[in-house]
């Protein structure tokens, strides 16, 4: 078997979705035999008092490094301060995060015949091929999302100079891994037409723990605990973010207020909580409730006590990322309404599956006659939420992923 170096932006403990995601994926990989070890930072997106606690971190190098033990994955994390809004901030953790993995990982890793990065930031696969070169070990670029083209899309970057830089950088990171794989073939054809060659790309989507997330009682401890028993909940949980239109759920939510014991209820964090914030300060919402991040262990009955599930993107940005909440929605059987360009995979999923609604993104209307149809249908959202959970099950479950990364690996390294 191989010797595998995850090289990840984030990790256990910390408890961001795609924290999970790679947690869960080293763990398959170590029961099918391979030697797994992490270099990552300290939880810094989603911090969980609870995982924390199980899973300590014992300081190093004065603070800048510190070790942790993942049910036997031996993990080094690079110390970077909790993530803020500002993404000049940010970009400075970033490059922080980069130096001291790149120090622990000549001085503090042992062999490896495998580096798997997973983006973002781009950045990574620099650092992939880099101590790659130091210990002749091939690098897999994973991509959960394609830059620059998402910040562009945004109108994060307009720069023309800098956007030429990222692009060039792209095309380094993409011409140095021996491998790029990518979430979903949508993904593939766009990187095919940036040049990448197709015998260089290999489709593994990212999955969801079936055993972790399954239909659970509408009425639990959560339920109870928000008022929620008697409602109509339409819930989001996850990044706020840039690439989410939340401005389209507070106007659809404006839009049917006149609808009795309908709740938009959103759980999470991140940089434009703040904005959401001021906007409910702004103006009464009497229909929205936002809660702040909540613990892994309640995720399952959050999902639960919701009755439709919310994937609200803007335009344009479902080129460029693949929201894999989607799989956690059909994992809990329940229906979705995405807000997703018409020829992405997002609204390609939500229609071979049958689970729900794929709407326009960016249109109040068109999210609030989606929400108005689920909130009249009730009886039809069984129905649609198996048809979700029984697609996840045969497409995305943990154990099957990983079983291709396994065979990536073997192939790789033989």
Known sequence: MAKVLLLTLVFAPDGVSTAILFTELAQELRSLGHDVSVLTTTPHYNVDPDARQRQPLARRWGGLLFESDCQGIPVLHAAIPTKGSRVAARAVDYLRFHAISMAAGLLKTSDFDLILAPSPPLTIGVNAWALGLGRRAPFVYNVQEIYPDVAVSLGMLKNPTIIRGLQWLERFVYGRARMVTVISEWFRRRLIHKGVPPEKLRVIPNFVDTEFMQPGLRQNPFSQRHGLDREFVVFYAGNIGLTQGFETVLAAARQLRHLQGLRFLIVGDGAR?????????????????????????????????????????????????????IYTIMAA?????????????????????????????????????????AYTERESLSQLGACGRRYVVNHHSRAAVARQYDSLIRELTS
């Open 273 to 325: 909580r703040g904005w959401l914030e001021e906007e409910l300060r702004r103006e009464a919402h009497p229909n929205v409730t936002l809660l702040p991040y909540q613990p892994r262990s309640s995720v399952p009955h959050m999902y639960a006590s919701s009755d439709v599930c919310l994937v609200p993107l803007k335009r344009g940005t479902a080129q460029e990322t693949f929201p894999s909440k």
């Open 333 to 373: 059987g329940r229906p979705v309404i995405a807000s997703a360009d018409p020829d992405s995979e997002l609204a390609w999923v939500v229609g071979e599956a049958q689970c729900g609604w794929a709407v326009p993104p960016d249109d109040p209307a068109a999210l609030a006659a989606a929400v108005s149809a």
